[in-house]
Every structure is written in structure tokens, then in C-alpha cells.
């Protein structure tokens, strides 16, 4: 059966390289979609995972991405409730770095409390943490972008007062999201030249016993959402499937479809081709679930040198695409492979079906006929 099947793939080289690199293609697309939207997913929740946070308070109805807007005052009330172990505010607010004269891209300053590094940054790239109120920290690739360096000295203009703060960059991390981009300054940093005064944006909760201490913050705090880091990594991960993933998923789909009509008409035209030799095999007896294992064998053979054509295509297309939208992480690993390496297996199951269908048709007669 096999060497059937290779002698029938081979028979038109022209042929078999030309539905390889087609199907390939078709094959990358797929990849690069579902690359796209995990890798979106990853990228945008990867600082929610890393805040070393059981709860997070949030102003009722709001989200990650509103910033909401929380009395300072609330956090010593939450600190006198049973089980709580400790609890930091966090803000974020955007602003534009100064830097001799030049005024960067907007960016979203965490501020976080630097003496137990609740809500700093995850990854540090280069230089050092924040260790008092003049420093921070920017996105490395932001600060390529804006020719910004550690040591840099920067200020940032209080919306308030219209006085200018000055910082010293210590640290570039590893904070790009397709939001924008994020840097880091003490807590107390960020209070200072925040436009909103005894404002808070997030409350974050270590405690032991995160159940309790959600149901005790509702019974004496209104107007407020308690959240688990989980709640709110679903909370984005629901976002970014709205925003991109129907779209992506629509294109997985019609690529799936193109895939099987590709393999669907070369199997098609070389069992048309083949037909006598097929007439052959049913007269001397052969069964016809052995001519459908060959037909099969066939696509999956193609199939499988269309995958491994697919998986360095989309690795070329990934580092392209990166290069030119920056803000974007295109996540391709093992299990992604594994997936789209069963999606393209179907592919060849499916096609193979259109030419076993006229495999079936084929009366033996048809050698003594010709």
C-alpha cells in the first residue's frame, strides 16, 4: 500500500510540490491566527498573573482597563478586617516622558509600593528595582523607541500644579501590552502627581482566606467589585476574544475549507489519472478498504510535508509581523503545534473523502474496456 501510494504522489512531482506549498500556506495562516490570539492573551494578562495578589478591589462596574477610581481612605478600612495579611494601592495613569526637551509616546505609570514590590514589574530586563520616590522603570522596547537609557533623567508634569517632576530611569522591563505600554514608579510617586487627589485606582489584598475577606469588604463597603486575580485575567482574556478572536477564528475556518478543496482536487485529478490501475487492483480482488487507506495514506502524506513547511513559514511570518507591529506578541509553542498539527491531519481525512468517493465508482470492467 505504501509504496502504491508514494508512486502515485510522485507521479506528477509538479503537481505534489505545488499542492505541498499551497497547502502550506494555508496551513501557516491557521498558525499564525491562533498564534495571534494567544499570543495577544498571554501578552495582556502576563502583568495580572505576576501582582502576588489574592484580591483586587475595583469601583463597582469597572474593569482593568477603566482604571477606576477608589478612596485612599478605603485601604485602612480593609486593613482592619480580619485575615487580611496586607493590602497596597495601586495606580495607574498615562503621561509623556520629558527628556531634553523631547516628549515621548504616552505611557502607563504603574505605581506600586515599592517596600513589599506588590504590583511591580514582573520582568526586569536591565538595571535595577525602584528603591525610593525619584526613580522608575519604562518598557525596554519603549525606551528604544523613544532613544531613552538607564540613567536617562526625565520629568513628568504634574496635571495639577503644571510643575514638572523629575525621575531617574533605573530599570527596563518587559512591559509592552497592544494596550500601550507600561513603566513603574513608587506608589507614593504616583500619588504625588496624579491629577485625582486622594485617589486610588486598585486595592490589592494578600490574605489567607480570600473567600472570607471578599464576603466581609461587601458587607461594610459599597460601590466596589472583589475580584480574584483569576476573575480578572478572564475578565481580558473575554476582551481580547471580542475584539479579535471572531474575526480570527472566521479566517481559521475559511482556511480549513480552501485547505480541503486544494487537497481535495489534486487527490481528485490523480485517482481520474490513476483510474485504470485502480480497476486493476478491484479486479485481481484487492478490497476496497485497502484502496481508501492508500487514498488516505496519500493526503496525509501531503498533509504532513505541508506542515513542516507550515511550521517554518509561520515562524518567518511571526518575526515580520513583530518587526513591524511591535506592540504585538504572536505566541507559537509545542501545544499550538500539536493542535493545528490534528486541524491539518482532518484537512487530509476530509480531502481524501471527495476522491474516494469516485474510487468508489470505478467498475473493474474498465480494464478489459481500455
Known sequence: MVSISIKNILHDKTRFIITVIGTSLIV??????????????????????????????????????????????????????DDVDLVSGLMIQEYRLKHNGYKSEKISMIGYNISNHIGGPSTLISGKHISNDFEIIIDHKFAQENNLKINNNISITDPKTDVDFDFWIV??????????DYGFMSYDAAQSISPLVNITNFILIQTNNPKQVRDDIYNIINGVDVLTTGMIVDEITSFWLGVMGSGNIFMCVIAIIIGIIIAGITLYTATIEKRKEYGVLKA???????????????????????????????????????????????????????????????????????????????????VFQE
Do not use: H
Not at 530599570?171 to 500601550?180: V, Y
Not at 476530509?350 to 474498465?366: F, T, Y
Open 28 to 81: 501557516s495562516l491557521i498558525l499564525f491566527n491562533i498564534g495571534m490570539i494567544i499570543g495577544t492573551i498571554t501578552q495582556n494578562t502576563r502583568y495580572v498573573k505576576s501582582v502576588d495578589a489574592d484580591l483586587w478591589v475595583i469601583e463597582e462596574d469597572e474593569d482593568f482597563y477603566s482604571f477606576s477610581k477608589l478612596p485612599t481612605s478605603m485601604i485602612d478600612s480593609i486593613n482592619t478586617i
Open 171 to 180: 530599570g527596563l522591563s518587559e512591559s509592552r501590552s497592544l494596550r500601550g
Open 284 to 366: 485481481i480482488g484487492a478490497r476496497n478498504r485497502y484502496i481508501y487507506k492508500s487514498i488516505i495514506f496519500q493526503s496525509l502524506t501531503i498533509m504532513i510535508c505541508a506542515f513542516i513547511v507550515a511550521i517554518l513559514v509561520s515562524q518567518l511570518l511571526s518575526l515580520i509581523f513583530t518587526i513591524f507591529v511591535s506592540k504585538m506578541e504572536i505566541l507559537l509553542n509545542l501545544i499550538i503545534y500539536f493542535f493545528v498539527f490534528m486541524i491539518t491531519l482532518m484537512i487530509g481525512i476530509l480531502s481524501s473523502l471527495i476522491a474516494i468517493k469516485r474510487v468508489v465508482k470505478i467498475d473493474p470492467l474498465i
